[in-house]
């Protein structure tokens, strides 16, 4: 019997630990070659980061709750979030993990924006072009499923450990629902209601911000509301890179074996999650007010 | 004569991968069904002209699938033909740019749709103002214009609510508010008023004719409905497979429809509300008395002269008071009940 048969066909070892030396050599010396252009690149955003992290870890806990209630009010109008943010972040102080939770506040605000800033035009590109979309969705597929500690490599080779990595590593993995939903939301935009923006003489840039995005804007919200429980997700994992917040007692429990302070910090994370979750669905819901009310004949 | 106000000539439309191809077999007369069971292609319209005289309701009638929507895309060129030209005010609307496209768009046709197909998400004014708002007018203009039309179309009360909380018959009314608010001379309406009950729809022609007599734009009104087309339009024209296969004013599709298929559509209309008595009147004889109509009333409002007067004739008079011809009670009953043309009486018997 050929040997093909019972075993799969393999490149040689030697070939293979070729193939990986080479490409990794390729990748290293890029990342010597243009690692410190790239990190130029990101200075801005880590500037903001730090800047960002340290007003709400420097300003005084009455301030940053006062702060969190007035957006969440502006948004919402909703007294019950309202206590409940601040129950939550009573709780959270009381247990001693202010500054940590001001941190990732910081870290998931930056990456929520992040996102919303990249995700939201690369989604109506998509929507525009069925052959954007054609390439996009296995890019999203992959971005998704992979895990995350394997893309985690080439951006530590790159950039190093720290605040940035880490960012991009959490945007990488929370982005793909932004995108997607936004996509699917301009898609299903009322056919004869962009004929009528059309019939009445819309450019395309009216009819975008007029009628696509305006009647996309549930889906959207949606796929932001997915995008920041993706990014707290992926505190622990930003941890492991050097992004401080909650992330960082939780790996130190895992090895350490404190329960208790695992259990407390993940309820941390539980609580931002729930705030989050909440306020932008009830952001969602207020932006739709013409859906409200009952239909009268 | 005057040019018309908008010209169709020799206007095609295909639907399918390859329309510059099948438009040939189109054009050799190939039936819609054989083209689309053998070479898969939708035959939109086939080879229609069509003279539209401004400041009158052009009426487009045909069974469901027979191309009326697909006719009226046309014009604004929602739809670009496979072959042939739209001419509005002597400008071809297929030979436009994308920006003079627009400019049309937005200052010379606006639309109505059967769906109504207002933005859910801006209000009753909003919804008014969008033309306005594409058009790019200041603010306070915009206010002054569509507080005028909420007044004209009497949606007052209504300005702040969303569509999706209104009735059918006010939200068409929205539609049309958003369509006259632009101030565009053409108004293409696809089956507006179909999607609303009949009373509410009867209201609604008569609020189109209001407007009309006061605006006198050039309407273009698609229904398949022939009491309304006999109601609103100066001038139908009619539908079938994408062909028009007849037109002319309403009197003369009544009373001498071309083919079956017309002849059904105007079966059971009342042909008392179509008739006019200049139509069937016989030369004037010097002893019929009776009451003095002109020779556009209607026969049922003759009849009912007739009847008040418990008179046996009627004398069709001119202007100058001249008698021209005189008809009597039983011509107007023959005409009312009978088909004009052959075959009504066999239907009957049968
Ligand atoms: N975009 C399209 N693609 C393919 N076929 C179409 C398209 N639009 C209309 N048609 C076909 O063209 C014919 C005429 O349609 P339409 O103009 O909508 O008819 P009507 O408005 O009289 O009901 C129908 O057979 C319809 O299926
Ligand atoms: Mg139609």
């Known amino acids: 019997m050929p040997s093909w048969l019972t075993d799969i066909p393999q490149l040689d070892r030697t070939t293979l630990v070729g193939l990986r030396r080479s490409l990794d050599q390729a990748y290293r010396s890029f990342s010597r070659e243009f690692g410190d252009d790239i990190e130029a690149f990101f200075e801005p955003l880590l ?3 730090v800047w960002f992290e340290k007003l709400l870890v420097n300003a005084p806990w009455w301030a940053v709750l006062i702060g969190v209630c007035l957006i969440v009010w502006a948004l919402t109008r909703s007294w019950k979030l309202i206590a409940g943010v601040i129950v939550a972040f009573l709780l959270i102080g009381f247990f001693g993990m202010w500054e940590d939770t001001m941190r990732t506040m910081a870290i998931i ?7 919303i800033v990249l995700g939201v035009p690369i989604g109506i590109v998509m929507a525009r072009s069925n052959r954007v979309q054609m390439v996009m969705i296995p890019i999203l597929d992959v971005m998704q499923t992979m895990p995350a500690f394997v893309y985690l490599i080439p951006v530590v080779m790159l950039l190093g450990i720290g605040k940035v990595p880490g960012v991009i590593a959490v945007v990488i993995y929370a982005i793909p629902p932004v995108i997607r939903l936004t996509n699917l939301g301009i898609r299903l935009v009322d056919k004869e209601v962009l004929e009528a923006a059309d019939a ?11 009628v696509q995005v305006p009647l996309a804007m549930p889906t959207i919200m949606a ?18 890179i050097g992004v401080r917040g909650l992330g960082q007692p939780v790996l130190q429990s895992i090895t350490n074996q404190y329960f208790t302070q695992g259990l407390l910090n993940g309820l941390a994370i539980v609580a931002l999650a729930i705030v989050f979750d909440r306020v932008s669905q009830a952001y969602g819901r207020r932006i739709q007010k013409h859906r409200r009310g009952v239909i009268h004949g | 004569m005057a040019d018309p106000k ?12 390859n329309p510059e191809r099948a438009i040939g077999l189109v054009r050799d007369g190939i039936s819609k069904q054989d083209l689309l069971d053998e070479h898969g292609h939708v035959l939109g319209v086939r080879n229609i002209s069509l003279d539209m ?44 740019s994308n920006k003079e496209l627009r400019d049309f768009r937005r200052n010379r046709a606006s639309m109505v749709f059967q769906s109504f197909a207002l933005m859910p998400h801006r209000t009753v004014v909003q919804n008014i103002a969008y033309g306005l708002t594409i058009q790019g007018l200041d603010d306070d203009e915009i206010k002054r214009r569509v507080a005028r039309w909420i007044e004209r179309i009497e949606l007052a009360g209504y300005e702040d609510h969303y569509p999706g ?9 929205v539609g049309i508010g958003r369509a006259l608010a632009t101030d565009a001379d053409i108004l293409l309406m696809d089956e507006a008023f179909s999607a609303l009950d009949p009373l509410i729809r009867y209201d609604m022609q008569s609020v189109l004719l209001d407007l009309q007599a006061e605006l006198k734009k050039t309407i273009m009104f698609i229904t398949h409905d022939l009491d309304e087309a006999l109601r609103i339009g100066d001038s139908i024209a009619i539908l079938r497979d994408g062909e028009i296969v007849q037109q002319g004013d309403p009197q003369s599709i009544v009373l001498h429809p071309v083919d079956d298929y017309v002849a059904d559509f105007v079966k059971d209309i009342n042909r008392g509300k179509v008739i006019k008595v200049g139509t069937i009147m016989r030369p004037p004889t010097d002893e019929a008395e009776g009451p003095a109509v002109d020779a556009d009333t209607l ?3 003759v009849a009912r002269l007739m009847a008040n007067e418990r008179s046996g004739w009627a004398r069709v008079i001119e202007a100058s008071g001249q008698v021209v011809g005189v008809v009597s009670t039983a011509d107007v009953m023959a005409s009312m009940v009978r088909r004009a043309n052959n075959g009504g009486a066999a239907k009957v018997a049968q």
């Open chain 1, 47 to 49: 500037f903001f980061l």
């Open chain 1, 109 to 115: 605000t930056v990456c929520t924006l992040i996102s």
């Open chain 1, 200 to 210: 009445f003489g819309a450019s395309p840039w009216q009819r975008l911000v007029g």
């Open chain 1, 223 to 240: 796929g932001v509301n997915q995008t920041i429980m993706m990014a707290l997700a992926m505190v622990v994992i930003a941890a492991m």
């Open chain 2, 6 to 17: 908008i010209r169709i000539e020799n206007l095609y439309k295909v639907f399918g991968p």
């Open chain 2, 53 to 96: 005289p401004g400041q009158s309701i052009q009426v487009v009638m045909g069974l469901s699938g027979s191309g009326k929507s697909t006719l009226i895309r046309h014009i604004n060129r929602l739809i670009e033909p496979t072959a042939g030209s739209v001419i509005v005010d002597g400008q071809n609307v297929l030979e436009m």
């Open chain 2, 165 to 173: 909380h209104l009735s059918g018959g006010m939200q068409q009314r």
């Open chain 2, 299 to 301: 026969l049922e409002d």
